[in-house]
């Protein structure tokens, strides 16, 4: 009877001593650097900025040469990553809040919206359900209250995001005084309402992450970190400041005072890092580094890429990328095929174990295969829609794809311009091939238009009330600000 009783118990205690066997999931950390140009990193070639921390994490994981951010701007690459979709099948296609269309443009501008769809299922929810904590630390920029921000989209936690997609300031109390786009009013935000005197908005943030990472080391969280960093306005540490100073301008890649913010931001993924191991999580944690577009034209220079933050030469949409997943990613790894922010979506949920939602990340692929030994994937082309104007220089309404190594770049206004580019042979973008290969240039156009059915994207459409004689007034330039706090 007593051999019986043991059984009986051992047996009815079973399913608990499976479960406790279970292995945990893998933590996620995602950082998301705003604006950080693809030479901005010691990694991908610059010697003039100072990233030991990522350059360290680049050796030990996968670095991506063709990774692309899903827009030349923020919002709709930040929605890509979130949902796994491209921004063109979202409706989101320009940054928030942008203002209407200009009513003597020779076009009018597509619609886009304004907030992310709550009807969207996004990575943190998927997660979520899954039993992760979740985290938001830093910029959102998917739209504001009452609905749309990181807790309506299944984070537990947002700290620092808001509407907005800059801080008022990056020193405390973090707030300015910014221009209402076409109200011609002016309004003061700030993004954290607390602080010290002399309190750098990047330490601040990362103080909070290094927190939260602490408090949830026993359950497997994912945290998004999108930094506003390395974001207008320009500003940072005096004394990191300095040390560019010293380099002799012709050595420099860019203004001291933006290289100051690079390094504060790899410091801060530096300290994230040290954070992980310090509490025995390193081994089961993926980390992830990316950007949303490319740099600042004002604070970085591009070279050997062409064009800039809102163009889409290579220059504003090719990105930095950096995944390490410990067990599965070959270190030091280079990986050449070109992925897309949506990827990011289906390669979080293999890196937790969880299953393919088809339905939902369309526009992405799982990257897991290029971390080990694939040097490709299963798709042809990868796209881009931007029926907008923009006040970034250069900046036009264009569709591009890009299939191989040849990249077409179709403008909107003026409409029919081509323009073709061999980027194996011309990363630069210098010869326009489109005149030389009239089929080659004439079949991917069809395909380009295909896929914008395909995914319903949205066309500009000639404005009635345009008058040719009447010159559509520019935008003006604000200089970005290029200063530190006394």
Same mark, same amino acid.
Request: glycine residues 8%; charged residues 25%; hydrophobic residues 40%.
């Given at each position: 009877?007593?051999?019986?009783?043991?059984?009986?118990?051992?047996?009815?205690?079973?399913?608990?001593?499976?479960?406790?066997?279970?292995?945990?999931?893998?933590?996620?950390?995602?950082?998301?650097?705003?604006?950080?140009?693809?030479?901005?990193?010691?990694?991908?070639?610059?010697?003039? $900025?100072?990233?030991?921390?990522?350059?360290?994490?680049?050796?030990?994981?996968?670095?991506?040469?063709?990774?692309?951010?899903?827009?030349?701007?923020c919002t709709p690459t930040r929605a890509a990553?979130?949902?796994?979709?491209?921004?063109?099948?979202?409706?989101?296609?320009?940054?928030? +809040?942008?203002?209407?269309?200009? !009513?003597?443009?020779?076009?009018?501008?597509? &619609?886009?919206?304004?907030?992310?769809?709550?009807?969207?299922?996004?990575?943190?929810?998927?997660?979520?359900?899954?039993?992760?904590?979740?985290?938001?630390?830093?910029?959102?920029?998917?739209?504001?209250?009452?609905?749309?921000? !990181?807790?309506?989209?299944?984070?537990?936690?947002?700290?620092?995001?808001?509407?907005?997609?800059?801080?008022?300031? $990056?020193?405390?109390?973090? *707030?300015?005084?910014?221009?209402?786009?076409?109200?011609?009013?002016?309004?003061?935000?700030?993004?954290?309402?607390?602080?010290? /005197?002399?309190?750098?908005?990047?330490?601040?943030?990362?103080?909070?992450?290094?927190?939260?990472?602490?408090?949830?080391?026993?359950?497997?969280?994912?945290? $998004?970190?999108?930094?506003?960093?390395?974001?207008?306005?320009?500003?940072?540490?005096?004394?990191?400041?300095?040390?560019?100073?010293?380099? +002799?301008?012709?050595?420099? *890649?860019?203004?001291?005072?933006?290289?100051?913010?690079?390094? @504060?931001?790899?410091?801060?993924?530096?300290?994230?890092?040290?954070?992980?191991?310090d509490l025995g999580l390193e081994e089961h944690?993926?980390?992830?580094?990316? @950007?949303?577009?490319?740099?600042?034209?004002?604070?970085?220079?591009?070279?050997?890429?062409?064009?800039?933050?809102?163009?889409?030469?290579e220059g504003g949409i090719r990105v930095p990328?950096?995944?390490?997943?410990?067990?599965?990613?070959?270190?030091?790894?280079?990986?050449?095929?070109?992925?897309?922010?949506?990827?990011?979506?289906?390669?979080?949920?293999?890196?937790?174990?969880?299953?393919?939602?088809?339905?939902?990340?369309?526009?992405?692929?799982?990257?897991?295969?290029?971390?080990?030994?694939?040097?490709?994937?299963?798709?042809? @082309?990868?796209?881009?829609?931007?029926?907008?104007?923009?006040?970034?220089?250069?900046?036009?309404?264009?569709?591009?794809?890009?299939?191989?190594?040849?990249?077409?770049?179709?403008?909107?206004? !003026?409409?029919?311009?081509?323009?073709?580019?061999?980027?194996?042979?011309?990363?630069?973008?210098?010869?326009?091939?489109? /005149?030389?290969?009239?089929?080659?240039?004439?079949?991917?156009?069809?395909?380009?238009?295909?896929?914008?059915?395909?995914?319903? /994207?949205?066309?500009?459409?000639?404005?009635?009330?345009?008058? !040719?004689?009447?010159? &559509?007034?520019?935008?003006?330039?604000?200089?970005?600000?290029?200063?530190?706090?006394?």
């Amino acid at each position: 009877m007593t051999r019986l009783l043991i059984l009986t118990a051992w047996v009815l205690a079973l399913p608990h001593v499976l479960l406790s066997a279970e292995p945990r999931r893998n933590n996620i950390v995602l950082f998301l650097i705003d604006d950080l140009g693809w030479m901005d990193l010691g990694c991908q070639g610059s010697t003039y $900025y100072r990233t030991p921390h990522i350059d360290r994490l680049a050796a030990e994981g996968v670095r991506f040469t063709d990774a692309y951010a899903s827009c030349a701007v923020c919002t709709p690459t930040r929605a890509a990553i979130l949902t796994g979709k491209c921004p063109a099948r979202l409706l989101m296609t320009n940054w928030t +809040p942008d203002g209407r269309w200009n !009513p003597q443009a020779r076009f009018r501008e597509a &619609r886009f919206l304004r907030a992310l769809p709550l009807e969207e299922i996004t990575i943190a929810e998927a997660l979520r359900e899954a039993g992760y904590r979740t985290a938001s630390i830093g910029k959102w920029h998917l739209g504001g209250p009452p609905f749309s921000l !990181p807790e309506h989209h299944g984070f537990d936690i947002n700290i620092a995001g808001n509407a907005h997609g800059a801080p008022g300031d $990056y020193f405390y109390p973090y *707030q300015g005084d910014w221009l209402i786009p076409t109200t011609g009013l002016r309004a003061r935000w700030n993004v954290l309402p607390d602080g010290q /005197a002399g309190e750098y908005l990047t330490d601040r943030l990362t103080d909070e992450a290094v927190k939260y990472i602490r408090a949830h080391r026993d359950e497997p969280f994912f945290l $998004y970190f999108p930094h506003y960093a390395v974001h207008t306005p320009l500003q940072a540490k005096p004394a990191t400041v300095a040390t560019y100073e010293q380099v +002799p301008e012709a050595e420099r *890649q860019g203004d001291p005072v933006y290289a100051a913010m690079v390094q @504060s931001v790899d410091d801060s993924v530096g300290r994230v890092l040290a954070t992980l191991k310090d509490l025995g999580l390193e081994e089961h944690t993926i980390v992830i580094v990316a @950007s949303d577009n490319g740099g600042f034209w004002r604070a970085t220079q591009h070279a050997p890429l062409r064009g800039h933050k809102g163009t889409y030469w290579e220059g504003g949409i090719r990105v930095p990328l950096i995944v390490k997943w410990p067990g599965v990613s070959i270190p030091g790894r280079v990986v050449s095929e070109p992925v897309i922010s949506s990827d990011l979506y289906p390669t979080i949920l293999a890196a937790a174990g969880l299953p393919m939602r088809p339905h939902q990340h369309l526009d992405g692929l799982n990257l897991t295969p290029l971390l080990r030994d694939a040097d490709t994937l299963p798709r042809k @082309s990868l796209f881009w829609h931007f029926p907008h104007y923009n006040d970034h220089p250069q900046t036009v309404p264009q569709g591009v794809i890009r299939q191989g190594p040849w990249k077409l770049i179709e403008t909107y206004d !003026p409409a029919g311009e081509l323009q073709l580019y061999n980027l194996d042979e011309d990363l630069g973008e210098a010869t326009n091939l489109a /005149a030389e290969k009239p089929e080659l240039a004439g079949r991917l156009l069809n395909e380009l238009d295909a896929w914008r059915r395909d995914v319903g /994207a949205d066309m500009m459409r000639p404005n009635p009330d345009y008058d !040719p004689a009447v010159e &559509r007034p520019k935008k003006g330039k604000k200089k970005a600000k290029l200063r530190v706090p006394e």
